[in-house]
């Protein structure tokens, strides 16, 4: 079993900052990219920011120059660092990854559950 554990998610005003975090965990040989995609009410799952194991990254153009996406490939673990917050930001950020569980299998995805991120004043 593979589990992905997000956290940081909140109520934040237009202009602050807001840090996610997401941890896998469970059976895994190797992650190879993570990601952040997030869903707004009324509309499709989005990509947000994604980074390869070699650390390549990609932004929505929306989100360039305002978020970073960083990885811990030790231990596991995807961060969403967001600044200058808008009230289009409102939505729930789900943390992506694509494992392999075992050396032989192949690669998957895997999501979170989601966690709420709310910009408002």
Do not use: H
């Amino acid at each position: 079993q593979v589990q992905l554990a997000e956290s940081g998610g909140g109520l934040v005003q237009p202009g602050g900052s807001l840090r996610l975090s997401c941890a896998a965990s469970g059976r895994i040989f190797r992650i190879y990219a993570m990601g952040w995609y997030r869903q707004a009410p009324g509309k499709q799952r989005e990509l947000v920011a994604a980074i390869t194991s070699g650390g390549t990254t990609n932004y929505a153009d929306s989100v360039k120059g305002r978020f970073t996406i960083s990885r811990d490939t030790a231990k596991m673990t995807v961060d969403l660092q967001m600044n200058s917050l808008k009230p289009e930001d409102t939505a729930d950020y789900y943390c992506n990854a694509r494992i392999a569980r075992y050396s032989y299998s192949a690669s998957a995805e895997y999501w979170g559950r989601g966690t709420q991120v709310t910009v408002s004043a």
